[in-house]
């Protein structure tokens, strides 16, 4: 079955220089997570979308900015990067909107590696 | 708010061991996930729980929501090489799915 893809899986910046990570969800999901997992770190929640629109935002930087396209896929864009933004970075995936609660699962990509130097 | 904390951090397996992991938190949880994630990988869901009490089993995991829903443990039977991982308990919080993760179970084996 087809899985969250995510793009690229490795990529090197240096330092203020801009980063654009991209997420493509599980077919007929409608909602995208990101999330960003430090060294050793568990994930933490940096913002999601629903239909194209933001559905919540956690800590995510005001030097990044996210959004989900027509298609569903979302992009990650970071900028003025900084050494600390080193990690990976995950998006997740769900169907319809509908909450954890009620049985939905959501699905993680398997994560772009992102070096600040 | 919200946080969930894991125990142990690590443990070693030897295989054909049983192995058992915790998650707790002070606040309510109403539903509980069991991820598994490998190096440079993603967090891949192992069993998810919806009711306190509930009891699941995914194979030779076995995984129950505490009855005050501010708790959780996996259990994972008759250990092989290949459950090596970090495991991570994840509850949504707010009203929305963004999961909070606990700290990790970092599970090796045994040299």
């Known amino acids: 079955a087809a899985g969250v893809i995510q793009s690229p899986r490795h990529l090197i910046k240096e330092k203020r220089e801009t980063a654009t990570l991209k997420c493509y969800p599980i077919p007929r999901h409608d909602t995208v997570y990101w999330y960003q997992q430090g060294p050793g770190q568990d994930p933490q929640f940096l913002i999601s979308f629903y239909e194209k629109m933001q559905s919540d935002k956690g800590s995510i930087p005001d030097r990044f900015s996210a959004q989900q396209f027509s298609d569903y896929h979302s992009e990650l864009n970071m900028s003025s990067l900084e050494l600390g933004d080193s990690a990976l970075y995950f998006c997740?995936?769900?169907?319809?909107?509908?909450?954890?609660?009620?049985?939905?699962?959501?699905?993680f990509g398997e994560g772009s590696w992102l070096t600040v130097v | 708010g919200q946080q969930l904390n894991q125990s142990p951090q690590s443990m070693f397996i030897q295989e054909g061991e049983d192995v058992s992991m915790n998650c707790t938190s002070s606040s309510i949880f109403n539903t509980w996930l069991w991820y598994k994630q490998e190096p440079g990988e993603g967090p891949v869901l192992l069993i998810a729980l919806y009711k306190a009490g509930e009891l699941t089993s995914n194979g030779r995991l076995t995984a129950q929501f505490g009855i005050t829903r501010k708790d959780s443990f996996l259990n994972i039977s008759a250990s092989i090489p290949s459950d090596v991982g970090i495991y991570f308990c994840a509850g949504p919080r707010g009203a929305g799915n963004k999961l909070t993760f606990g700290g990790g179970t970092r599970v090796l084996v045994k040299p």
């Open positions: 997740a995936s769900s169907l319809q909107g509908r909450t954890i609660i009620s049985g939905n699962t959501i699905y």
